[in-house]
């Protein structure tokens, strides 16, 4: 089993930046591609980003391409995503996911095996 816990959310105006946090536990950290979703209200869950096991490939949604940063430290069992230049349309909850039976993501929520319980962010006009 894998925990995985999002922190990072909160209230910012647009043009602002936060910085969400993924951490795991529970299984090798490095086995795991880990995902960013989010799930904007009355929307279907989206893919935001995702990291490979070794952090080599990464992947963006046309929406956070040049905008958002993933990361990942193996040492610290953490998936970073630092999301600048936030718009009111990046409204949702967050969440990251992790996924064991592949070296990178995915973007269809289906193929990850492990949910975060999410974080809330909120990008005011």
């Known amino acids: 089993q894998v925990q995985l816990v999002e922190s990072g959310g909160g209230l910012v105006q647009t043009g602002g930046s936060l910085r969400l946090s993924c951490t795991a536990s529970g299984r090798s950290f490095s086995n795991l591609a880990i995902g960013w979703f989010r799930q904007p209200p009355g929307k279907e869950r989206e893919i935001v980003a995702y990291?490979?096991?070794?952090?080599?490939?990464?992947y963006y949604t046309d929406s956070a391409n040049g905008r958002f940063t993933i990361s990942r430290d193996n040492a610290k069992t953490t998936v970073d995503l630092q999301m600048n230049t936030l718009k009111p349309d990046d409204t949702a909850v967050y969440y990251c996911a992790a996924r064991e039976s592949d070296f990178i993501g995915s973007t269809n929520p289906r193929e990850y095996d492990y949910w975060g319980q999410g974080t809330q962010v909120t990008v005011s006009s």
């Open positions: 990291i490979s096991r070794g952090g080599g490939t990464t």
